[in-house]
């Protein structure tokens, strides 16, 4: 099983989540992108469930985009599960300082608030020493939103794709599917 963690405003239909599912439909892989709460606490809560319903029954493995980077990079650890993080926010906290009072969900454009307990519950999922092994790092040097130079950082020794160019949103993911399959080990559902 692949769960997608989409990132601040996202959802469970954005591009990548698309894209992710298609891939694993054509290639008999279960797979599920769900659309996660605004609030840290509650999402932690809600990809926990899953990941522990799953994880009774087969593998899982984790690919998160962004803020959902950050939450696969927490829930991998927690949960010693394989990840994929694209352009990861590796330090989420402080990233998402600048969002404070306004967020807009890019599915609907409808806003909902972020505040100070917003960024002190992501405080509290920060990983000391990530398990580098378990981690494949999609980098784009173009990133916008984030500087790729922090997961560099941060995420030295884990296996890493790092781009030239790109941006934000990881152009051209489709070229990495193969290697993303082979990293999870995932295994054909027939």
């Known amino acids: ?28 892989i279960r797979f599920i992108a ?3 709460p605004t609030i840290p606490d509650l999402a932690i809560k809600t990809l926990s469930e899953l990941i522990e319903s799953y994880m009774e029954h087969e593998p899982v493995h984790l690919i998160g ?18 990840a994929v993080l694209i352009n990861p926010a590796v330090n989420a906290p402080e990233t998402l300082e600048r969002a404070l009072n306004h967020g807009v969900n890019y599915y609907d454009n409808s806003s909902y608030e972020w505040n100070e307990g917003h960024l002190e519950m992501l405080e509290s999922y920060e990983i000391e020493e990530p398990n580098l092994e378990n981690l494949l790092v ?15 950082e941060v995420l030295e020794g884990s296996k890493m794709i790092v781009e030239e160019g790109g941006t934000h949103s990881f ?5 990495h599917m193969q290697s993303i399959k082979r990293f999870l080990g995932v295994a054909l559902k027939l």
């Open 65 to 82: 985009a962004s803020l959902g980077g950050y939450y696969a990079l927490y829930l991998g650890d927690k949960y010693n599960l394989k």
């Open 171 to 175: 152009e051209g993911l489709e070229r």
């Open 138 to 152: 999609l980098l784009q040097k173009g990133d916008e939103v984030l500087d790729y130079e922090e997961a560099l």
């Open 1 to 28: 099983m692949i769960i997608y963690i989409h990132g601040f405003g996202s959802s469970g239909e954005a591009s990548k989540a698309k894209l992710l599912r298609a891939y694993c439909q054509e290639n008999n």
């Open 34 to 36: 769900p659309s996660l």
